[in-house]
C-alpha cells in the first residue's frame, strides 16, 4: 500500500492545510473579484467565472479524497470501484439541469400566455389602468 | 464471525493475482471497503439533492446574489461579504487536517497522540456547528429568510424607488394599520382589495432609511424591506423605465428552503461525526483498540467519514455560496 | 463453449468425497450448538440471529407474508374491476368501513378511496417488501456467504439489523393500514401532489407520513444489507474463487447490490424534500396549487423534480428485482439441464451492462408526465439499448437448455417459465420504451400488463425457481414435486390468463388505477375480459396456497435430504453438511479450483468446482 513514513506523513499534512487553504482562500477572492468588490464596477464573466470556481473545487475535492482520505495509497481498484460510479450522475446533472430550464422556460411561455388572453378579453379603461397588477401608470 | 474467514487459514498463499480469492483484491480490511462504500451511497444522497438544488436553480428566472446574502458576520460585522463563511471554511479544512494526524498517530500506536488529535478534531467540528447556528440565527432572525420566504433576489429591470407622495399621487389608496403593536403605512392600487398580496410599501434599508428616490439597474440585487419594528416583510414599491409602478418581488422561495435544508443536512453529518469522534475517543482512552491490534483502524474509518463531511461541505460551499 | 477435455483425466464423483474428507469432515457430520456464542440461546439462535442462513429465512418468510397481503388486496381490486355490480358485502368482516351497504338493496360496494388504497399498498409490497427484501434479501444472504465460500457475511451484526430495519419497515406499513384514513392512496410512486399535502386525499395525511417512515427504514435495510453483499464477494472470496469462477448467481447479487447502494439514497433525497414539503411548507415539488377551492401558498417548485428523483431509483429498483431472478435462473437452468451455461462472459457483460443503462434511463417512465420531449430522445435510446443485453441473456439461457438432458424438476420447471415470461414481458418493453407510442400506451393497462409479466411474474418464477432448488439446502428437507408441478402449471397458465388480455385493454385505451369501468361506454364490451381476468387472479392466488403449504410442509414432513449434493451441482454450497453448521463448514473452508459450470465434461456428469484441474485441463471460466 506505499504507506509513507511518519516523518514524510507529517510533512504531507502540512502541505495539505496550506495548499486547501490557499485554494479556498483564492476561490473567496475569484467569487469577490469576479462580482465587483475589489474593482468597483468590475464583474468577471459567467464563462471565465463558472469554469475556475468549478475547477478549483473539483481540485479541493480531488485532494481531499487522494491525500487526506489515502486513496492515492489504496490499491489501484478500489479507487476505481469509489470513483467510477460517480460518473454515473454526469448524465442525471445533464437530464436534471436540461429539465430545470425547460420548466423556467415553460412557465415564461405560460406566462406570456397568461397575458395575451387578458388583452384579447379586456379593454383598457379611460385610466388607462388594467387589473392587471404590473400596469399602473403615473398620471 | 468475520475474523476466521478464508482469510485466516489460506494466508501462506503468495499469489501475484489479488482476484484469486482467500484475500482482499483491495488490500483493504471488510470494515474500510464499507465504510468507503458507504460513504458512496451518502455521496448519492448528497448528489440528489445538489442535482435538484441545480434543476430548480435553472428553473427561477432570478437567483440570489451569494456575496449579497452572506456578508454579515458576529460582533456586528456588516458588508463583509463571504467572509464569515470562509471562516466556516477554515474551520473545517484545519480539524481535518488534525483528524489525518490522529489517524496517522493512531498508525503508530501512539495512544495519546490520537487523543490528541481527536480532542482537537471535536473542537473544530464544535466550532463549525457553532458557527452554522449563529449564521442561521443571523439569515432567520435578521434578514427574514425561512424555509418559505426568500427576501433575497434580483432586479429584472431598471428603475427607481418610490416616496409615499408618488404613489398618492399615482393614485394609490394610503392606508394606516397596526401590526404586532407598530405602526404600519402602506398603500393600495385603486379599486384594490386591501390583502397582504396588493400591499405596496415605501422601500426602506435594514436601518429603516427611505430608499425613495433611489435608482436601480437590472440586474442588481436587492432586499425586501424588512421593518423591525413590525415584523413585516414588505414589498416596495418601485417605478420601472417605462413608467410603471409595480412592486419588488420576493426571490424564489426554494433558495431558502434549499439552502437550510442542504446546509442543515451537512450540519447534521457534521453532528453525527461529533457524537461518533467523541465515544472513539474515549474507546482510545480508554484502550479497546490496542486489543484489536489493528492499528486503530477504527480511528482510520472516522476518518473517512470526517474527510467526506469536509469533501461534502466543499460542494455547497461552491453551490451556495460561490455560484 | 468448447468442451475440450481429456476423459481420462476427468475425476470421478468418489473423489469429491475424499476431498470434503480431506478438509475435515464427513457426511455424518452433526451439529453441536453448544460451545458457539453466537447461537447460544433460542433468541439468538432463531430471532436476533446473525447466521445469514437464518437471516435468508427470516427474509423468506417475511416476503412470502407481504406477498399473501399484496396478493390477498389484488384479490380484493380485481373483484370490483371484474365485477362492479356484485355485492362485496361478505367482505364487510375484513375491511370494515371501506365497505359500504346499501340500506335498502343490502348490496355492500368497495370505498373508491380505498380501492386506490389497495392498488398503492399492493404496488408499494410486492416491489419493496417481496421482490425486493424478499427475493435480493433471502438469496443472496443464503447464497452470498455458501457460492463465494466464506464463514458468514463480512458484517455478520450488520446484516442481521439489515432484516430488522426490513422488519421494521414492514411493522410500520401493517401499522398504516389500520390507520382511520386508510393508507396512503397514491399510487406506488407517491407522486406529489397526492404525496405532499396532507389535505389532498384521505391517504395522504397519516397514511403517507407511514409510508415515508416505512420506506426510510427500508431502504437503511438495503444500504447495510447493499455494503455487506459487495463487500463479502470481494473479499471473502475462498481460495481460487476468483471473478470468472463466481456462479452468476453471486455476479447477479452483486451487481443487484451496487445497483441498490447508488440508486436507493436518490430516493431518500426525494423522500426528504417530500417530508419537508409536507411538514414546513416549502414548496420542492409544488408549484401554484388549488385544493378545494382554496389557494395554497406555495409556489416555484415542480412535481417533475420528484419523479425525476423517483425513478432515479425507480429504474434501477426494476433490475434489481429482475436481476437476482435472472442469476438464480442461470444456475438452476445449467443445472438440470446437465449442461454448462452458455456464454458465461457474455452472461456476466450483459449483468453489467444492465446494471449500468438502468441509471442513465429512468425517463422513459416519465414520457407523457411533461418531461422535456428533447431529452425524451435520449431516454428513447438507451433505453432500446437495454434490448440488447436482455437478448443476449434469453439467447443464452435458451441455448443452455437447448440439447440438455433436463430433468423436469419443479425448479427447472419455474427457470423455463422465467424465461417465457422475460421475453414476453421484454418485447412490450420495446413498445413502450419508444416514447411516440408510449403517448398511446401510457397509463393503459398494456403498461400494466408489461410491468406485472417482466417484472413481477417473471421475477416470482425466478424466486420460486430458487425456494425449490435450494430449499433443501435451507431446511434439510425437499418440497413435495407434484405439488410443485401442480403449481408451476397453474401459475403459468394462469398468469398468462391474467395478464395477456390486458394487452388488448391497454390498445384499446383502457385506463390504469380507474374504480370502474360500467360509466364508459367505450369500455362496455371489455366487462366479459375484467371478468375472465378476474377469474384468472383467484385461481393463480389459489396456486400459491398450493406453494405455501408444499412450503410449510416440507419445512416438517418433507422428504429428507439423505445426500450432501442431490441435484449433482457443481457449486460451493453443495459441499457443506446436510445440516449446515453456524460457520457452514465444520473444517476448513474448500479451495476452489475451476469455474462452476462444468457439467458433462469428459464423460462425468458433473464436476465440483473443488476438484482440481487434470494435467493439461484448461478451465473454462477463467
Redesign the interface.
Same mark, same amino acid.
Given at each position: 500500500m506505499g504507506h509513507l513514513e511518519y516523518s514524510e506523513a507529517k510533512k504531507v499534512v502540512v502541505k495539505g492545510l496550506m495548499i486547501l487553504g490557499v485554494v479556498t482562500i483564492a476561490e473567496v477572492f475569484v467569487a469577490l473579484f469576479g462580482n465587483g468588490h475589489i474593482i468597483h464596477g468590475f464583474y468577471l464573466h459567467k464563462i471565465v467565472f463558472y469554469p475556475v470556481m468549478i475547477g478549483l473545487s473539483l481540485y479541493k475535492a480531488y485532494f481531499i479524497v487522494y491525500e487526506f482520505m489515502h486513496m492515492r495509497y489504496e490499491v489501484k481498484g478500489l479507487a476505481m470501484s469509489v470513483l467510477l460510479p460517480t460518473l454515473l450522475l454526469v448524465w442525471a446533472i445533464i437530464a436534471f439541469f436540461q429539465e430545470g430550464t425547460s420548466w423556467g422556460k415553460r412557465r415564461e411561455l405560460i406566462h406570456q400566455k397568461d397575458k395575451e388572453t387578458i388583452h384579447e378579453t379586456q379593454q383598457p379603461s379611460e385610466t388607462g389602468m388594467l387589473d392587471d397588477d404590473r400596469t399602473y401608470q403615473i398620471q | 464471525?468475520?475474523t476466521?474467514?478464508?482469510?485466516d487459514?489460506?494466508a501462506d498463499?503468495q499469489d501475484g493475482?489479488?482476484?484469486?480469492?482467500?484475500k482482499?483484491? #483491495?488490500?483493504?480490511?471488510? $470494515?474500510k471497503?464499507?465504510m468507503?462504500? #458507504?460513504?458512496?451511497?451518502?455521496?448519492?444522497?448528497?448528489? $440528489? #439533492?445538489l442535482?435538484?438544488y441545480?434543476?430548480?436553480?435553472?428553473?427561477?428566472?432570478t437567483w440570489p446574489?451569494?456575496?449579497f446574502v452572506f456578508k454579515s458576520a458576529p460582533f456586528g460585522v456588516e458588508n463583509a461579504?463571504?467572509i464569515f463563511v470562509?471562516f466556516m471554511?477554515?474551520v473545517l479544512?484545519?480539524s481535518?487536517?488534525t483528524?489525518?494526524?490522529a489517524v496517522?498517530e493512531g498508525?503508530?500506536e501512539n495512544k495519546g497522540g490520537a487523543v490528541f488529535w481527536l480532542l482537537l478534531t471535536i473542537i473544530g467540528g464544535a466550532t463549525f456547528l457553532s458557527s452554522q447556528a449563529w449564521e442561521w440565527t443571523n439569515l432567520i432572525g435578521k434578514e427574514g429568510m425561512s424555509?418559505?420566504t426568500n427576501p433575497f433576489s434580483n432586479f429584472n429591470e431598471s428603475g427607481k424607488y418610490l416616496s409615499a407622495e408618488?404613489l398618492e399621487?399615482? $393614485?394609490f389608496q394610503k392606508v394606516e394599520t397596526e401590526a404586532h403593536g407598530a405602526a404600519a403605512t402602506y398603500f393600495l392600487? +385603486?379599486r384594490a382589495a386591501d390583502v397582504p398580496e396588493?400591499r405596496y410599501f415605501v422601500k426602506a434599508d435594514h436601518h429603516g432609511h427611505s430608499m425613495a428616490g433611489e435608482e436601480f439597474a437590472a440586474g442588481n440585487h436587492f432586499l425586501i424591506t424588512y421593518n423591525h419594528a413590525n415584523h413585516l416583510y414588505e414589498h416596495g414599491a418601485y417605478?420601472a423605465e417605462d $413608467?410603471?409602478?409595480?412592486k419588488e418581488e420576493f426571490g +424564489?422561495?426554494?433558495f431558502g428552503?434549499?439552502f437550510f #435544508?442542504i446546509t442543515g443536512?451537512h450540519g447534521f453529518h457534521v453532528f453525527s461525526g461529533v457524537v461518533f469522534l467523541t465515544i472513539i475517543a474515549i474507546n482510545v482512552a480508554g484502550g479497546l483498540y490496542v486489543k484489536r491490534r489493528n492499528g486503530y483502524e477504527m480511528v482510520e474509518k472516522m476518518?473517512?467519514y470526517w474527510?467526506?463531511v469536509?469533501?461534502v461541505w466543499?460542494?455547497v460551499?461552491?453551490v451556495f455560496?460561490?455560484? | 463453449m468448447a468442451t475440450a477435455a481429456n476423459k481420462s483425466t476427468a475425476p470421478a464423483q468418489h473423489d469429491v468425497d475424499l476431498l470434503i474428507e480431506e478438509y475435515g469432515y464427513d457426511d455424518h457430520f452433526h451439529e453441536h450448538h453448544e460451545g458457539d456464542k453466537y447461537q447460544s440461546n433460542f433468541f439468538t439462535t432463531y430471532i436476533f440471529s446473525q447466521d445469514h442462513k437464518m437471516i435468508a429465512r427470516q427474509f423468506l418468510i417475511t416476503g412470502m407474508f407481504w406477498a399473501v397481503i399484496g396478493g390477498l388486496m389484488s384479490l380484493v381490486f380485481r373483484l370490483q374491476l371484474g365485477f362492479p355490480e356484485e355485492s362485496l358485502a361478505w367482505l364487510k368482516p375484513v375491511l370494515g368501513k371501506w365497505i359500504t351497504i346499501n340500506a335498502d338493496t343490502g348490496l355492500g360496494t368497495l370505498a373508491p378511496e380505498f380501492y386506490y388504497a389497495l392498488v398503492t399498498m399492493h404496488g408499494t409490497i410486492i416491489v419493496f417488501f417481496v421482490l425486493t427484501a424478499g427475493l435480493s434479501g433471502t438469496f443472496s444472504n443464503l447464497l452470498i456467504p455458501l457460492q463465494v465460500g466464506a464463514r458468514d457475511m463480512a458484517s455478520p451484526f450488520l446484516n442481521m439489523l439489515s432484516y430488522w430495519f426490513f422488519f421494521m419497515a414492514g411493522l410500520v406499513m401493517f401499522f398504516s393500514l389500520f390507520l382511520s384514513t386508510g393508507p396512503f392512496a397514491g399510487g406506488w410512486t407517491a407522486y406529489p401532489p397526492l404525496s405532499a399535502l396532507p389535505q389532498a386525499s384521505s391517504g395522504s395525511a397519516g397514511g403517507m407520513t407511514l409510508w415515508l417512515i416505512s420506506l426510510t427504514f427500508f431502504v437503511v435495510s438495503v444500504l447495510l444489507g447493499g455494503v455487506n453483499y459487495i463487500t463479502t464477494v470481494l473479499n471473502l472470496r475462498t481460495k481460487g474463487m476468483n471473478m470468472w469462477r463466481l456462479p452468476l448467481t453471486i455476479w447477479a447479487f452483486f451487481v443487484t447490490a451496487v445497483l441498490g447502494l447508488l440508486s436507493f439514497p436518490v430516493l431518500v433525497s426525494g423522500f426528504f424534500l417530500l417530508i419537508f414539503d409536507r411538514t414546513l411548507g416549502t414548496s420542492f415539488f409544488l408549484n401554484e396549487i388549488f385544493v378545494g377551492g382554496q389557494a395554497l401558498d406555495h409556489v416555484g417548485g415542480s412535481p417533475i423534480l420528484y419523479q425525476h428523483l423517483f425513478w432515479f431509483l425507480g429504474h434501477p429498483e426494476v433490475y434489481i428485482i429482475i436481476l437476482p431472478a435472472m442469476g438464480i435462473v442461470s444456475e438452476v437452468l445449467s443445472v438440470h439441464s446437465r449442461k454448462p451455461i452458455f456464454g458465461y462472459k457474455a452472461m456476466v457483460f450483459s449483468i453489467l451492462a444492465i446494471g449500468f443503462l438502468s441509471f442513465i434511463v429512468w425517463a422513459h417512465h416519465m414520457f407523457m408526465s411533461g418531461v422535456n420531449p428533447f431529452i425524451s430522445n435520449f431516454f428513447v435510446v438507451f433505453t432500446l439499448i437495454i434490448a440488447v443485453p436482455s437478448a443476449v441473456k434469453v439467447f443464452n439461457w435458451i441455448t443452455t437448455i437447448y440439447g440438455g438432458n433436463i430433468r423436469f424438476t419443479s425448479a427447472a420447471l419455474f427457470g423455463v417459465g422465467f424465461v417465457s415470461m422475460f421475453i414476453s414481458g421484454g418485447l412490450t418493453g420495446i413498445f413502450l420504451g419508444n416514447s411516440a407510442i408510449d403517448i398511446q400506451m401510457h397509463d393503459t393497462y398494456f403498461v400494466v400488463a408489461h410491468f406485472h409479466i417482466v417484472m413481477g411474474v417473471a421475477a416470482f418464477f425466478g424466486m420460486f425457481a430458487g425456494v425449490y432448488h435450494w430449499f433443501p439446502k435451507m431446511f434439510g428437507r425437499f418440497m413435495n414435486e407434484t405439488m410443485g408441478k401442480v403449481h408451476f402449471w397453474g401459475t403459468m397458465i394462469g398468469a398468462y390468463a391474467i395478464f395477456w388480455p390486458m394487452h388488448y385493454l391497454g390498445m384499446a385505451g383502457v385506463p390504469r388505477r380507474y374504480y370502474r369501468f360500467d360509466n364508459f361506454d367505450t369500455f362496455s364490451h371489455f366487462s366479459a375480459m375484467n371478468q375472465f381476468i378476474t377469474v384468472a387472479a383467484i385461481l393463480v392466488f389459489a396456486m400459491q396456497i398450493i406453494f405455501i403449504v408444499n412450503f410449510f410442509r416440507s419445512i416438517w414432513f418433507g422428504k429428507k435430504m439423505t445426500s450432501r449434493n442431490p441435484y449433482g451441482a457443481n457449486t460451493l454450497e453443495w459441499t457443506t453438511p446436510i445440516d449446515v453448521p453456524h460457520g457452514n463448514w465444520p473444517g476448513k473452508i474448500p479451495a476452489v479450483q475451476r469455474w462452476a459450470y462444468d457439467y458433462g465434461k469428459g464423460g462425468e456428469e458433473n464436476v465440483s468446482q473443488i476438484v482440481p484441474l487434470a494435467e493439461g485441463e484448461h478451465d473454462q471460466g477463467h
Amino acid at each position: 500500500m506505499g504507506h509513507l513514513e511518519y516523518s514524510e506523513a507529517k510533512k504531507v499534512v502540512v502541505k495539505g492545510l496550506m495548499i486547501l487553504g490557499v485554494v479556498t482562500i483564492a476561490e473567496v477572492f475569484v467569487a469577490l473579484f469576479g462580482n465587483g468588490h475589489i474593482i468597483h464596477g468590475f464583474y468577471l464573466h459567467k464563462i471565465v467565472f463558472y469554469p475556475v470556481m468549478i475547477g478549483l473545487s473539483l481540485y479541493k475535492a480531488y485532494f481531499i479524497v487522494y491525500e487526506f482520505m489515502h486513496m492515492r495509497y489504496e490499491v489501484k481498484g478500489l479507487a476505481m470501484s469509489v470513483l467510477l460510479p460517480t460518473l454515473l450522475l454526469v448524465w442525471a446533472i445533464i437530464a436534471f439541469f436540461q429539465e430545470g430550464t425547460s420548466w423556467g422556460k415553460r412557465r415564461e411561455l405560460i406566462h406570456q400566455k397568461d397575458k395575451e388572453t387578458i388583452h384579447e378579453t379586456q379593454q383598457p379603461s379611460e385610466t388607462g389602468m388594467l387589473d392587471d397588477d404590473r400596469t399602473y401608470q403615473i398620471q | 464471525m468475520a475474523t476466521d474467514t478464508a482469510l485466516d487459514h489460506h494466508a501462506d498463499v503468495q499469489d501475484g493475482n489479488l482476484w484469486d480469492g482467500a484475500k482482499s483484491p #483491495f488490500q483493504a480490511s471488510y $470494515g474500510k471497503l464499507m465504510m468507503w462504500y #458507504f460513504l458512496l451511497s451518502d455521496a448519492f444522497t448528497f448528489a $440528489g #439533492f445538489l442535482i435538484s438544488y441545480g434543476a430548480l436553480r435553472f428553473s427561477m428566472p432570478t437567483w440570489p446574489v451569494p456575496d449579497f446574502v452572506f456578508k454579515s458576520a458576529p460582533f456586528g460585522v456588516e458588508n463583509a461579504p463571504l467572509i464569515f463563511v470562509t471562516f466556516m471554511t477554515f474551520v473545517l479544512i484545519i480539524s481535518s487536517v488534525t483528524m489525518v494526524r490522529a489517524v496517522q498517530e493512531g498508525h503508530r500506536e501512539n495512544k495519546g497522540g490520537a487523543v490528541f488529535w481527536l480532542l482537537l478534531t471535536i473542537i473544530g467540528g464544535a466550532t463549525f456547528l457553532s458557527s452554522q447556528a449563529w449564521e442561521w440565527t443571523n439569515l432567520i432572525g435578521k434578514e427574514g429568510m425561512s424555509v418559505t420566504t426568500n427576501p433575497f433576489s434580483n432586479f429584472n429591470e431598471s428603475g427607481k424607488y418610490l416616496s409615499a407622495e408618488e404613489l398618492e399621487k399615482a $393614485g394609490f389608496q394610503k392606508v394606516e394599520t397596526e401590526a404586532h403593536g407598530a405602526a404600519a403605512t402602506y398603500f393600495l392600487r +385603486p379599486r384594490a382589495a386591501d390583502v397582504p398580496e396588493n400591499r405596496y410599501f415605501v422601500k426602506a434599508d435594514h436601518h429603516g432609511h427611505s430608499m425613495a428616490g433611489e435608482e436601480f439597474a437590472a440586474g442588481n440585487h436587492f432586499l425586501i424591506t424588512y421593518n423591525h419594528a413590525n415584523h413585516l416583510y414588505e414589498h416596495g414599491a418601485y417605478m420601472a423605465e417605462d $413608467g410603471h409602478v409595480k412592486k419588488e418581488e420576493f426571490g +424564489p422561495q426554494a433558495f431558502g428552503a434549499l439552502f437550510f #435544508f442542504i446546509t442543515g443536512f451537512h450540519g447534521f453529518h457534521v453532528f453525527s461525526g461529533v457524537v461518533f469522534l467523541t465515544i472513539i475517543a474515549i474507546n482510545v482512552a480508554g484502550g479497546l483498540y490496542v486489543k484489536r491490534r489493528n492499528g486503530y483502524e477504527m480511528v482510520e474509518k472516522m476518518g473517512l467519514y470526517w474527510h467526506f463531511v469536509d469533501l461534502v461541505w466543499v460542494f455547497v460551499f461552491l453551490v451556495f455560496y460561490l455560484l | 463453449m468448447a468442451t475440450a477435455a481429456n476423459k481420462s483425466t476427468a475425476p470421478a464423483q468418489h473423489d469429491v468425497d475424499l476431498l470434503i474428507e480431506e478438509y475435515g469432515y464427513d457426511d455424518h457430520f452433526h451439529e453441536h450448538h453448544e460451545g458457539d456464542k453466537y447461537q447460544s440461546n433460542f433468541f439468538t439462535t432463531y430471532i436476533f440471529s446473525q447466521d445469514h442462513k437464518m437471516i435468508a429465512r427470516q427474509f423468506l418468510i417475511t416476503g412470502m407474508f407481504w406477498a399473501v397481503i399484496g396478493g390477498l388486496m389484488s384479490l380484493v381490486f380485481r373483484l370490483q374491476l371484474g365485477f362492479p355490480e356484485e355485492s362485496l358485502a361478505w367482505l364487510k368482516p375484513v375491511l370494515g368501513k371501506w365497505i359500504t351497504i346499501n340500506a335498502d338493496t343490502g348490496l355492500g360496494t368497495l370505498a373508491p378511496e380505498f380501492y386506490y388504497a389497495l392498488v398503492t399498498m399492493h404496488g408499494t409490497i410486492i416491489v419493496f417488501f417481496v421482490l425486493t427484501a424478499g427475493l435480493s434479501g433471502t438469496f443472496s444472504n443464503l447464497l452470498i456467504p455458501l457460492q463465494v465460500g466464506a464463514r458468514d457475511m463480512a458484517s455478520p451484526f450488520l446484516n442481521m439489523l439489515s432484516y430488522w430495519f426490513f422488519f421494521m419497515a414492514g411493522l410500520v406499513m401493517f401499522f398504516s393500514l389500520f390507520l382511520s384514513t386508510g393508507p396512503f392512496a397514491g399510487g406506488w410512486t407517491a407522486y406529489p401532489p397526492l404525496s405532499a399535502l396532507p389535505q389532498a386525499s384521505s391517504g395522504s395525511a397519516g397514511g403517507m407520513t407511514l409510508w415515508l417512515i416505512s420506506l426510510t427504514f427500508f431502504v437503511v435495510s438495503v444500504l447495510l444489507g447493499g455494503v455487506n453483499y459487495i463487500t463479502t464477494v470481494l473479499n471473502l472470496r475462498t481460495k481460487g474463487m476468483n471473478m470468472w469462477r463466481l456462479p452468476l448467481t453471486i455476479w447477479a447479487f452483486f451487481v443487484t447490490a451496487v445497483l441498490g447502494l447508488l440508486s436507493f439514497p436518490v430516493l431518500v433525497s426525494g423522500f426528504f424534500l417530500l417530508i419537508f414539503d409536507r411538514t414546513l411548507g416549502t414548496s420542492f415539488f409544488l408549484n401554484e396549487i388549488f385544493v378545494g377551492g382554496q389557494a395554497l401558498d406555495h409556489v416555484g417548485g415542480s412535481p417533475i423534480l420528484y419523479q425525476h428523483l423517483f425513478w432515479f431509483l425507480g429504474h434501477p429498483e426494476v433490475y434489481i428485482i429482475i436481476l437476482p431472478a435472472m442469476g438464480i435462473v442461470s444456475e438452476v437452468l445449467s443445472v438440470h439441464s446437465r449442461k454448462p451455461i452458455f456464454g458465461y462472459k457474455a452472461m456476466v457483460f450483459s449483468i453489467l451492462a444492465i446494471g449500468f443503462l438502468s441509471f442513465i434511463v429512468w425517463a422513459h417512465h416519465m414520457f407523457m408526465s411533461g418531461v422535456n420531449p428533447f431529452i425524451s430522445n435520449f431516454f428513447v435510446v438507451f433505453t432500446l439499448i437495454i434490448a440488447v443485453p436482455s437478448a443476449v441473456k434469453v439467447f443464452n439461457w435458451i441455448t443452455t437448455i437447448y440439447g440438455g438432458n433436463i430433468r423436469f424438476t419443479s425448479a427447472a420447471l419455474f427457470g423455463v417459465g422465467f424465461v417465457s415470461m422475460f421475453i414476453s414481458g421484454g418485447l412490450t418493453g420495446i413498445f413502450l420504451g419508444n416514447s411516440a407510442i408510449d403517448i398511446q400506451m401510457h397509463d393503459t393497462y398494456f403498461v400494466v400488463a408489461h410491468f406485472h409479466i417482466v417484472m413481477g411474474v417473471a421475477a416470482f418464477f425466478g424466486m420460486f425457481a430458487g425456494v425449490y432448488h435450494w430449499f433443501p439446502k435451507m431446511f434439510g428437507r425437499f418440497m413435495n414435486e407434484t405439488m410443485g408441478k401442480v403449481h408451476f402449471w397453474g401459475t403459468m397458465i394462469g398468469a398468462y390468463a391474467i395478464f395477456w388480455p390486458m394487452h388488448y385493454l391497454g390498445m384499446a385505451g383502457v385506463p390504469r388505477r380507474y374504480y370502474r369501468f360500467d360509466n364508459f361506454d367505450t369500455f362496455s364490451h371489455f366487462s366479459a375480459m375484467n371478468q375472465f381476468i378476474t377469474v384468472a387472479a383467484i385461481l393463480v392466488f389459489a396456486m400459491q396456497i398450493i406453494f405455501i403449504v408444499n412450503f410449510f410442509r416440507s419445512i416438517w414432513f418433507g422428504k429428507k435430504m439423505t445426500s450432501r449434493n442431490p441435484y449433482g451441482a457443481n457449486t460451493l454450497e453443495w459441499t457443506t453438511p446436510i445440516d449446515v453448521p453456524h460457520g457452514n463448514w465444520p473444517g476448513k473452508i474448500p479451495a476452489v479450483q475451476r469455474w462452476a459450470y462444468d457439467y458433462g465434461k469428459g464423460g462425468e456428469e458433473n464436476v465440483s468446482q473443488i476438484v482440481p484441474l487434470a494435467e493439461g485441463e484448461h478451465d473454462q471460466g477463467h
